[in-house]
């Protein structure tokens, strides 16, 4: 007969379940997770991002049919979970999602607004790497900024362009979008002969799919935040060629804009190898242009390897975009009140430039806007003071003056105050040590006093935190 136990007692039960429970947790036994945040609470954007796991890898599929504005996309996101997941988000603006995977199972999910909540079947333990895959299409939205510029997807006259600073890329693919989470990027875009596809990175592939369609396959190696990735479907005439020190460059011009970009995007390898010798080896494996036909945009994008202009662009216009590769897209905001790194660097770029090849100095620009001097520079005039460049007063004002003008002339105060040999060892250390990384204001701040060994708290008091305009009593010239 079969030997049967007794049923134990509540006490001695209760100790059986707890040695289940402890040998459970040593063999590696279910994972109890919790959701992940449904945005990064950034101080100007707190919904943008989501938490709970770290984005290493984005592969997008995405086929457009410019006739129809209709897209249809896959997005294949390789992530690590930084807690114990039972769910998570992804940023999704509007587009209709049709089946999304984790693994190899399928997984629930739902949409509220702009989250794409994703149930897997099994919860996520902290440190796996997972891979999420979502098919989605639809006729992708263009979004409104709060001051009123358009990003997302944008179409033009013979097809459409993707950009996505601060949060437009979500019109166009899933992801985690926020720029304190890089990632590297495949980017396959399938689009109809007589097309070109273009993305950042390099170009891998061009193939005739069969079927009346040109498949164009991109790769970026080196991590990029999200709002830099870019999109551009067109008949465009292509360039290609190499920088003197072999740096691979591709652009890609609408016809109606050809003519007038010329002479500025000859210079463009020139104007790398500039950078290169001012602020430190080029950070990315390739280089180039996107110019869309004027009014397009509006504005132009240093979108990573290939900044986007709407209209041919100016030399100097060329000038700031390219900066940014170094400012802004290697060394990336930790958050968006960080934009005056991107922006003040950006614009400081112009003034050296300027300085380089015979133009005003740095130090007259930096005059010129103490006084309004309209002469030396046609922007002296703009309201550049209204507030301290490190404390934008919402998101509509991350793109004002003094973001881009008080924080150049912030950089140019530090100049004044350590002299030109620390100030250019400061400018390449902050490119090489942050390089394809994230940085803060308060990084960039103890770095420079560490570098320098100046105490620049004056020049942060006034310039960077300040709220009145300051004035030119106790400014110096570079090396007093």
Known sequence: MEQRSLPPAPAAATAVALLLALLAGCTGGPVEGRPGASGLRDPLFPKAGNGGYDVQHYDLGIGYEPQRRHLTGTAVITARATQDLSSFNLDLAGLDVKEVTVGDEGARFNRTGNELTVRPAADLKKGEVFRTRVSYSGTPRVIRDADDSKEGWIPTGDGAVGVGEPVGSMAWFPGNHHPSDKATYDVTLTVPQGYEGVSNGQLRSRTDDGAGRTVFVWHGDEPMASYLAVAAIGKYRITQGKTASGIPFYEAVAPSEEKDSAAALARLPEMLEWGGRRFGP??????????????????????????????????????????????????????????????????????????????????????????????????????????????????????????????????????????????????????????????????????????????????????????DKPKASGVTTPGG
């Open 282 to 467: 080029y950070p990315f494996a390739s280089t180039g242009a996107i110019v869309e036909p004027r009014g397009t945009l509006g504005y132009a994008l240093e979108t990573q390897t290939r900044p986007v202009f709407s209209g041919a662009p100016t030399e100097i216009l060329v000038l700031h975009e390219l900066a940014h590769q170094w400012f802004g897209n290697s060394v990336s905001p930790r958050t968006w009140k960080d934009m005056w790194l991107n922006e003040g660097f950006a614009t400081y770029a112009e003034w050296l430039w300027s300085e380089d090849h015979g133009g005003p100095s740095a130090q007259d620009r930096f005059t010129a806007f103490l006084e309004g001097d309209t002469k030396v520079d046609p922007d002296a005039d703009r309201p550049w003071g209204d507030f301290p460049p490190a404390e934008p007063p919402g998101p509509a004002h991350i793109s004002d003056d003094p973001v881009y003008y008080r924080g150049a002339m912030t950089l140019h105060r530090i100049r004044q105050e350590v002299g030109d040999p620390a100030f250019f060892e400061l400018v390449r250390g902050w490119a090489a040590g942050h390089r394809h990384g994230n940085a803060g204001t308060s990084d960039f701040t103890d770095y420079a006093e560490e570098s320098t060994g100046h105490d620049l708290d004056d020049v942060w008091d006034v310039w960077l935190y300040g709220k």
